[in-house]
């Protein structure tokens, strides 16, 4: 294969590679992450400590609490008697170890019941989604007797149940629920792959490795920053009737992981970019000192050669002396 065609496929594959990044990391946690009910149950529990959750929990529950009890008793002034007394109950209830075991096991039934959903083969009738709400307002009840409220006692325990996902929804969120479980497997091993396969048929690896992480730091950027627009998107496409810091709070806590694997990509990319690079410049100035202090000398010309070899015979010839003149005497 010639050295182009490498380079080029090489660099195909890098780029396939750094656009499946930010794609492998999303579904690989909605796959995941978000279908494992203890971590789903781990995640959400310290929301129960959060103050705009409480105010939200407490405002949903007291209005459920006084529709059923405008609906079965004809009495509207004992309903504004009794409505400031559910209000201050339940906002007391959220700061109990009660709530927070109920906001547990309320999440793990709502979880559960969406992936029994989600999960069931498609052919039967469908039924919605729903979590009941009746033992929060069994609590209710009970704490306002305890507190002495005039007709806390009548107050209606009904199974309250709160709709999560609509029956007619169910099947497009079936499907797209199977096409991520596969995605979520499949996208960051292919990511992988073609990496791999990059470094190893690219023409330089040390640069084709510096690209790579290059890459795999701006997906990662990438992601990050699809996060905070998402955050955005969803915060205003809500009712009015939600709590948008409450919303956030959930956001928040649920995209925690997503935002944690997000910014390690980015580390991971620059610090491997950089040893990449001092490795090389390294590599460069030890050559450099080496040819410098180890450098051979030249070979002489051979006109050089042949003068010097004469000055080396001549030097090296013994001298003739000249025999010593006889001494005269003079008579």
């Avoid at 400590?49 to 209005?63: F, K, M, Q, S």
Wanted: proline share 7%.
């Amino acid at each position: 294969m010639s050295r182009p065609l490498r380079s080029g496929l090489s660099a195909v594959l890098i780029t396939l590679s750094c656009l499946l990044v930010p794609f492998g990391a999303l579904s690989a946690w909605a796959a995941y992450g978000l279908t494992d009910t203890g971590r789903y149950v781990t995640t959400m529990a310290p929301l129960a400590a959060d103050p705009d959750v409480r105010e939200a929990v407490a405002d949903t529950v007291g209005d459920g609490i006084l529709d059923e009890i405008g609906r079965q008793m004809d009495a509207k002034v004992m309903r504004a008697t009794v409505a400031p007394f559910v209000h201050d109950a339940l906002h007391s209830f959220t700061q109990t170890a009660a709530f927070r075991t109920a906001w547990n096991e309320g999440n793990r039934a709502a979880h559960d019941a969406v992936l029994r959903a989600l999960r069931d083969e498609p052919g039967g009738r469908d039924h919605p989604v729903t979590v009941d709400l009746a033992p929060v307002t069994a609590h209710v009840k009970a704490r306002l007797a305890q507190d002495h409220v005039p007709l806390a006692n009548r107050i209606p325990v009904e199974h309250a149940e709160v709709a999560l996902l609509p029956a007619q929804e169910l099947g497009r969120l079936r499907k797209g629920f199977h096409v991520l479980e596969v995605a979520g497997f499949w996208l960051p091993v292919a990511a992988v792959v073609f990496a791999v396969a990059g470094i190893a048929l690219a023409a330089c690896r040390r640069r084709a490795l510096t690209a790579t992480a290059l890459g795999t730091a701006l997906g990662g950027a990438l992601l990050a920053l699809a996060l905070a627009v998402g955050r955005s998107l969803t915060l205003s496409d809500l009712p009015d009737e939600v709590s948008q810091p409450a919303a956030a709070a959930v956001y928040d806590a649920l995209t925690a992981t997503l935002r944690t694997v997000s910014w390690l990509l980015v580390a991971l990319g620059l610090t491997v970019a950089a040893l990449t690079w001092l490795t090389r410049r390294r590599g460069t100035a030890r050559t450099g000192q080496a040819g410098r202090g180890d450098r051979p000398r030249p070979r002489p010309r051979p006109r050089l050669r042949l003068l010097l070899g004469r000055r080396r015979r001549a030097s090296s010839a013994p001298t003739q002396t000249q025999p010593p003149e006889p001494t005269r005497v003079d008579a």
